[in-house]
């Protein structure tokens, strides 16, 4: 199905989380890129040599929990927009997820945006705690937000409205 | 007569990368490019590339047209290049004819020559598909990214190939709501990812279906859609409709090859590589000696390997007439790597397969 609509399955996506474990002990990257295309730059980007392709550049990525630390730099290098950063050392309850957005408007820290699914849908209104937009990013802004946990396999965009 | 040592016509990404290896070799090289700049299709490719950190991946393709113009500035003592400049003939000869901007005709007696003229879109057939408001991909890509004019307010994307998705990806960029992309094929022909990141703004992806027909009195008003079966056949009572003002059409490139044709180079009907290319030697060389090709011309790939095809032929047309370099065979080992590099995955193969069509092997173009 996956092929034909664009959305991965419960199972695709599951498997490329790391463990609750490694999630709840801080922020960690979900690489989610399923098929193999020639393309590196994630591993080229990471600076702990936490993702792995290999010298084939079409292997698909594989990600080391133990070697990442979060710094989302692979968020703004991949251009797929396929990597997502994940933190649930922050509470109980919800979890920090950093998202790559490149659509205006952006929005603000402390600003509530509408939370998407994989298909777009909306899960909920989720808020905003930090925009990153370096000149090292390239034009891809980074957006942490803080989501509810029993939505924490299911957000993976974000929309803001226009002022 | 215009004299010139090595004429490389296009200066797209093929054909600026074939100017660097070939000017950076010691050949005095010519660059012809028809519109007003340089650049081809990167300068409307906002997104970044894929491929490895050699063939710029990770860089925005608007961005990557200067990164390669520097390079080629290194050597511009070498190098010659007139924009405006369409090459309009090529003849027995070896004599090249070109028109720069509208009525100045003129001679080009180049010693090779590196044809790198890229590709053009296909069309699609289906009912007043000529009304306002039906485009190729690339003309919105154009209009927007180029000069920053919206195309319309709601879009019908046709085709989920790469740049189906891409240019579906940018429309959103630009405030233009996109309701749906659909494609005949029964998969999406594009990276999966680009599909995920438009499926998750909220853009359905209809795999095995069609347009059926276009409606509109003075431009697009509606757009009829419908499933096809596997035989591609459209099937009855599952029309849906669509209003939208802009239909816009990406059903795949084809190489743009009439001057290898007119020159009289051996061409093959490849349906891997999109459509008649020239059959070429390990070189690039094609069947007729010192005319070279790279890029899209060759087959339809992506610019990264284009990019990686114009360096190799750059480096070997230079080598052919004189301008073998002491790192040549390092250089060309190193292409040659990237090139297999960013073929060796599912749609490499596919690619590959078509490629073993055309390399002829041993001493006939050598």
Do not use: W
Not at chain 1, 1 to 15: D, L, Q, W
Not at chain 2, 45 to 67: P, V
Not at chain 2, 76 to 83: A, G, L, P
Not at chain 2, 171 to 182: D, N
């Amino acid at each position: 199905m996956f092929e034909k609509t664009g959305i991965p399955s419960e199972e695709m996506i599951m498997g490329k989380f790391p463990p609750i474990e490694r999630i709840n002990k801080g922020p960690v990257a979900v690489v989610e890129c399923y098929k193999e295309i020639p393309c590196n730059p994630c591993e080229t980007a990471c600076r702990f040599n936490a993702i792995t392709i290999g010298e084939d550049i079409n292997n698909i990525p594989v990600l080391s929990k133990d070697n990442c630390t979060g710094c989302a730099i692979c968020l703004s290098k991949c251009p797929g927009l396929a990597i997502m950063v994940i933190d649930g050392s922050k509470s109980d309850t919800t979890v920090q997820v950093k998202l790559p957005y490149e659509f205006l408007p952006l929005p603000t820290a402390g600003e509530i945006v509408k939370g998407l699914d994989r298909e777009g849908r909306n899960l909920a209104d989720v808020k905003v705690i930090q925009v990153q937009n370096p000149k090292s990013f390239d034009r891809t802004p980074v957006v942490t937000i803080e989501a509810d946990r029993s939505i924490m396999y299911k957000i993976r965009n974000i929309r803001t409205e226009a002022k | 007569m215009k004299q010139a040592e090595l004429l490389i016509i296009g200066g797209g990404p093929a054909g600026l990368c074939a100017a660097i290896s070939a000017a950076s070799s010691g050949a005095s090289v010519l660059v012809a490019e028809r519109n007003k700049n340089l650049g081809g299709q990167l300068v409307k490719q906002t997104h970044m590339f894929f491929g490895s950190e050699k063939q710029y991946a990770s860089t925005r393709g608007i961005d990557i047209t200067g990164i390669l113009l520097h390079e080629l500035n290194k050597y511009k003592e070498n190098v010659e290049i007139m924009t405006d400049t369409t090459i309009v003939g090529m003849f027995e000869d070896g004599v090249v004819t070109a028109l720069h901007k509208e009525d100045n005709y003129f001679k080009i007696k180049p010693n090779a020559v590196v044809v790198a003229t890229g590709a053009f879109e296909k069309a699609l057939a289906f009912p007043n598909n000529d009304l306002p408001g039906i485009y190729g991909a690339g003309a919105v890509q154009t209009l927007m990214n180029v000069y920053g004019v919206k195309p319309g307010n709601k879009v019908l994307m046709v085709g989920a190939g790469n740049i189906g998705l891409i240019v579906s990806y940018q429309l959103m960029q630009a405030g233009v709501q996109v309701v749906a992309i659909l494609d005949a094929a029964p998969k999406i022909g594009g990276y999966l990812v680009h599909a995920s990141k438009i499926r998750r703004m909220g853009v359905p992806i209809l795999t095995s279906h069609t347009v059926k027909k276009a409606i509109g009195k003075e431009f697009l008003e509606k757009a009829i859609v419908c499933q096809v079966d596997d035989k591609f056949n459209q099937v009855e009572g599952t029309e849906m409709e669509f209003d939208v003002d802009v239909m816009c059409i990406s059903v795949g490139l084809t190489p743009l090859n009439e001057l290898l044709s007119m020159r009289g180079c051996q061409m093959k009907y490849v349906p891997q590589l999109s459509g008649m290319v020239p059959l070429r030697n390990d070189n690039y060389e094609t069947s007729i000696e010192n005319v070279f090709a790279a890029g899209d011309t060759t087959g339809v790939e992506e610019a990264s390997a284009a990019m990686v095809e114009g360096y190799l032929a750059g480096l070997c047309a230079a080598a052919k007439i004189g301008h073998m370099t002491d790192d040549f065979e390092e250089r060309k080992n190193d292409y040659v790597k990237q090139l297999e590099s960013l073929r060796s995955g599912p749609v490499g193969k596919h690619i590959l397969s078509g490629i073993e069509q055309i390399v002829i092997k041993g001493e006939q173009y050598v």
